[in-house]
Structure formats: structure tokens, C-alpha cells
């Protein structure tokens, strides 16, 4: 079965500096997608980046990048720079694959990440 | 800009009484979404539709119904809402194969 593992409830890192959310998935398909979203308190789940499993590269977004190691499969969220505004809740996703072959349209989170930036 | 819209952001019912929540896109894309989410909770997905036909996740009840009357629109119907149906409910929308991108949600309260 597809799953999403986010051993990280919680989160600190000061302003500044660079933190790394880690998120594990276990799939055995060969073809899958990786998301991350960002949840403030106010409660929009706000899109980050995606990486495909066929990207040679790992997807980057202004500060935002992911550290994707397929052998291990993992799929790491790397802030730089962090800001007072990045603090919220952080969810790994995972599209989930077709039981007939393909992707579905579905999503697997994870439990997320609480990041607190401090000052 | 293209968005996904949510009204109302705060809904309060009574319990019992039945209530809708609405999403409206300007992105234009085939696949939209119904999402509950409690309390430090991952979202949970209680249906979508790929264009108009309608996908119902297996532990979705009964009281939860959907419509998706056009592309823009689609409306979350809770029939009888009881004390444990208070969440927030979040809407998204998707071309197949793209990322989700999700409304502000509606905050449901049930008195």
C-alpha cells in the first residue's frame, strides 16, 4: 500500500537559517509524484513544489527545494533562509497510483510538520 | 488572477440542520475536490468529480452528498450535520496529472 511518512510533528529553526522537513513515501509504482503544501493557521493549503519520480533534478522554487533521494525514497522539504512567515503546518503528498496502471487524480498526505520560525 | 473560491469562510449550523458549502474555479480545470479536515489532521478526501462524473471515496457517509452542476461550480451538500462533522472543508482543483490547488476552505462550526 502507498503511504507518506512524516517522522517530524514538530519543528524550530531560527530566522535565517535553513531547516529540512523530512518526508518518506513507500510506493511500488514506477511512476509517481511528490507534492508539498503549506498550511498557515488561517488554513489554505498552499502548493510548494512537485517532483516527479522520472525528474533527474530535484525541483526548486525561490527557497524552497526538494532533496529527492529515490533509492532511499525520500523527499525532503529544504527552506532557506527562513522567514516569520514560513511558520505553519507542512504536509508531504503523494499522487496516488492506478491500480490498473497510471496515476489517479487522488493525493496521499502525510500527518505534517509544525514549523516554528523564531526570531 | 485564476483562483479557487470558498464561500462562506465560517459557516455555523445547528445540529441537524442542513447545510451547503460552495467552490467556484476560474482555473478551468476538469477535476475538482471535497476535502475534510479536523484538528491537526492530514486532510481527508471525501470525494471528487473527473468532469461530471462523480468519485466517492468508500468511507465516505451517507450525509455527505456533492454537486457539480458546471466546470466552475461544485457545492457540498451535509444533510443532517451532527457534532462531529465540524472541520474545516477544503476545496481543490486539478487538470489531471497537475498539482492540486486549493481554496481559502470553510470553517464549519455545528452548534
Known amino acids: 500500500a502507498q503511504k507518506i511518512t512524516q517522522t517530524q510533528p514538530g519543528m524550530f529553526v531560527q530566522e535565517k537559517e535553513a531547516v529540512t522537513l523530512d518526508c518518506t513515501y513507500d510506493t511500488s509504482d514506477q511512476s509517481y509524484g511528490l507534492f508539498w503544501y503549506k498550511q498557515p493557521s488561517s488554513g489554505e493549503m498552499i502548493f510548494l513544489i512537485y517532483?516527479?519520480?522520472?525528474?533527474?533534478q530535484n525541483a526548486t522554487e525561490g527557497r524552497y527545494s526538494l532533496n529527492f533521494q529515490k533509492a532511499r525514497k525520500s523527499a525532503n522539504l529544504v527552506i532557506s533562509a527562513s522567514q516569520l512567515g514560513d511558520s505553519a503546518m507542512y504536509f508531504c503528498a503523494m499522487r496516488e497510483g492506478h491500480r490498473d496502471g497510471g496515476a489517479t487524480n487522488k493525493l496521499i498526505f502525510g500527518t505534517g510538520t509544525l514549523l516554528a520560525v523564531q526570531p | 488572477d485564476a483562483m479557487v473560491i470558498q464561500n462562506p469562510r465560517y459557516q455555523v449550523t445547528q445540529f441537524g440542520k442542513p447545510v451547503t458549502l460552495s467552490c467556484s474555479q476560474t482555473l478551468n480545470h476538469n477535476v475538482m475536490y471535497w476535502y475534510q479536515q479536523k484538528s491537526s489532521q492530514a486532510p481527508k478526501l471525501l470525494f471528487h468529480y473527473y468532469d461530471k462524473d462523480f468519485n466517492n471515496e468508500a468511507d465516505t457517509p451517507d450525509n455527505f452528498q456533492s454537486r457539480r452542476p458546471n466546470t466552475s461550480f461544485c457545492f457540498l451538500d451535509i444533510r443532517s450535520p451532527g457534532l462531529g462533522d465540524a472541520a474545516m472543508y477544503l476545496c481543490a482543483t486539478s487538470s489531471y496529472n497537475q498539482p492540486q490547488h486549493f481554496g481559502d476552505g470553510t470553517r464549519l462550526s455545528i452548534l
Open positions: 517532483q516527479g519520480s522520472y525528474d533527474e
